[in-house]
Structure formats: C-alpha cells, structure tokens
C-alpha cells in the first residue's frame, strides 16, 4: 500500500517538536507501507538530511521554500480571504512533483502533516485520494491566542490568520477520513470549529531509551530552557521567566544558572545572556542531552502551548523534574504529572523552582522518575495510525467499485 506523506519541514534531525513527530510517523510508516516522502525545505542544510530519510527506506524529495518571494506574495494577499500560513509555506516545483508522483506511483492515501500541507491535499493532483490530516495542534486557535498579548500592530494579523485558517481547518476537516490531534484538549478545539469531524486523538511519544541519563545525577543548580528560540510564544515565555522569575530564584539561589538551550535566538534573547544575572544563551547544540543531563530543573514558562510541549516529555526522560504553567499542563500526558510542578505567577514559578534545587541530585532524578514513560512509546503511541491509514484506502476503494 502506498502513502505520501508531506510534511511543511524535513523530518530529520528530530530537534524540534513539529520534525520529532514527523520523524517518528515516518520511522514506524516506513517498514509497513511504501511510503513516499515530500517536504518543504528551508536551507541547503535541511536539504542535505534528506539521505538520512532515505535510509529508512523512503522515497525523499525536498522543494526550497522562496521566502523572499513568498513574504512579498503575503503582502499581496493580505487584503484576501487566503492564510498566510500557506502564501509562506509554498515552493515552485511542488505541485509539478505532485503530479508526476500521481502519474507514476498513484498514492491509495495521503497524509498531510499540519494544515499548512493539508491545502495541496485539497487541490488537483491531490484532491480525489483519500486525505488523512494529522493537524497535530489547531493552528487557529493558536494565532488567536497569540493575538490576546500581541502588540496592536501584530493583533490585526494574528487575529486575520485566525480567522481565515479556522475555515481552511474546518474545510479540511469536513473532507478528510479522519483528522488527528495529540489530546482531548485539542480534539476538543477543533469540535468546536468542526463538529461532525472524524477526529482521532493520535498523542506524540518520547524516545526514553535515547534521552535516559548516562551519568550520575549532578548536584548543580542549572535551570534549562529547551526550544526553538524564534518561536514567538518560545520567546515571550523566556522574557517573561527571565525578567519576572529568574531575579526571584536567583536571591535566594545565588548559584543558580538559567541556561536557554535553542536554534536561532532571537535578539531579545540573545541580550539576556549576562554573566552577572546568571543567564546563558548557548544557540544551537550538537546534543541538547548533555544540558539536559547537566542540568537540575527545566523550566517550560509558556502562556501560549498548543498541543504536547515535547521539550517537557524530553526534559523529563532525561531526568529532569519540570516547572510549568497551567497552559502547558493542559496538553501533557497524564503519565507525566507526577513529574512536574504548575505555577501561574512569577512568585509561584520562582517557589516552585527553587522548591526543586534545593533537592539533591539523586532526589531530583527521583521525583522525574515517578513519570510513567513506558506508556509513552512512539510506536506505542502511533499505532493506530497504521489503521487509519488503510481504512482510508480501503473506504475509498470501495466507493470507487461501487
């Protein structure tokens, strides 16, 4: 049976929340189906890991995304009815590819990763196969979150692709098999804005064997932020810990080191790193492990988490206990909650966080082992994919002999 599977990145190397699923749903498609691979791209580095997909047995190809290009089509159609989400998410030769994949390896199902991909599956050469839409998070209810703290030249946008991805959500919804999300919470979104969708709760993993701790647990008072650091609710959530939390934890833990841990700092985050104030800004890591193993807490000080936060998931594997607001405690398994601490306000985070540094290493290890982990697998967790997927082609086999 043949899948194609378009993602809007390249699923390797699995260092950010949207490549880690992505990665995985290929890894455990690949043995079970002939599965075809098509991404956009974002540099000449991302395209070079294709051939570490390939490896597992997937047809790979990448299409470049024309940002420049593309950020002045966006200016164009701010006036219309389109999400910029998918002006800026585009790549010349793409649907050309499409076309030839349906010519010469005709697909029996597509799925579309995001609705940022789920467009083309609603668009000629695409649009009579079979669609499942692993929406992972509803991207509309994002936005709109992000536009109740946005500054008012921002809002309007915010507020704009809100508006019109919540349509596209709901047309690409109504038309798929069956639509995925990671938990109730976002099934529970997306009912809102689609009720008589075929919505599937399919939750992310963790990798537990990769990130379990290969050294004793150490006694120093690091504090670890892991994430992409451009992600705009990445980036407010360190400003906020940084700014509001960070002076309460360090009076009473002069020792303690706030180290944020993430590709692509944005210069708001950069000017925090301050040897004085104990904050370190590292950029890019070869292997965020070796924070994490070095590290005493992680922090996940979001006010705007859609879906699973993996960074919490991946901190808490490599044994870290976990502080975390109200926002990113909605979307995490229950299997984690005895590894974490929820706190709102900048006084609560900063005693919770110090509640665990003056735990011992061992202790600490301790507290982030009472998470249930083996329930967490990534095979375990997308299994049902597999069904899904088949029951797709099969349904629409079945409306095409009848």
Known sequence: MRVLFLTHRLPYAPNRGDRVRAFHIVRTL????????????????????????????VRVAGYPVARLNNYAKAIVHLGGRRP??????????????LAEIVRNRRPDVV????SSMARFALEPPLSDLPLVLDLVDVDSEKWAAMATTASWQRRWLYQREARHLARFERQAATRAFAT??????????????????AIRVVPNGVNSAELRPRTAPTESADVIFCGVMNYAPNVHGVLWFAREVWPLVRARRPDALFRIVGSDPAAAIRRLASKRDGIEVTG????????LWNGAVSVAPLMTARGVQTKVLEAIAAGLPAVVTSQVSGGLPPELNAAYRIADSAEAFAAETVSLLALSGRERRAVAAQANLAALTWDARLAPLHEILRAAARQHAARRVG
């Open 30 to 57: 690949a043995p079970a189906f002939e599965l075809e691979l098509v991404s956009l791209v974002h540099d000449q580095h991302e395209l070079a890991q294709a051939e570490s997909i390939r490896t597992l047995g």
């Open 84 to 97: 910029l989400t998918h002006v800026l998410l585009d790549a010349r030769g793409l649907v050309p590819s």
């Open 111 to 114: 799925l579309a990763f995001c």
């Open 180 to 197: 995925l999300v990671v938990n109730e919470r976002e099934s529970v979104s997306l009912k809102r804005i689609v009720p008589d969708a």
């Open 284 to 291: 890019t890591v070869a292997d965020v492990r070796h924070h």
